[in-house]
């Protein structure tokens, strides 16, 4: 919801669900967001996240 952006709700949730995952043994987590996004992106990297690849897709 707009009234709710940039509060760092994301970040929070990111980092509640990547530490989850940790607790039940997952050692590595891939994100998805699109290449246009760049608050999420922004995100990510706040977090401590890291670009892996460029990613490809295929139009069906």
Do not use: H
Not at 42 to 55: L, N
Request: aromatic share 14%; net charge positive; proline share 5%.
């Amino acid at each position: 919801m707009p009234e709710y952006r940039g509060q760092g709700f994301a970040a929070d949730l990111l980092l509640k669900g990547t530490r989850v995952l940790q607790d039940v043994g997952v050692w590595r987590v891939f994100c998805d967001t699109d290449a246009n996004n760049i608050p999420m992106i922004s995100t990510f990297k706040r977090v401590g996240y890291q670009q892996y690849s460029e990613s490809w897709q295929r139009p069906l």
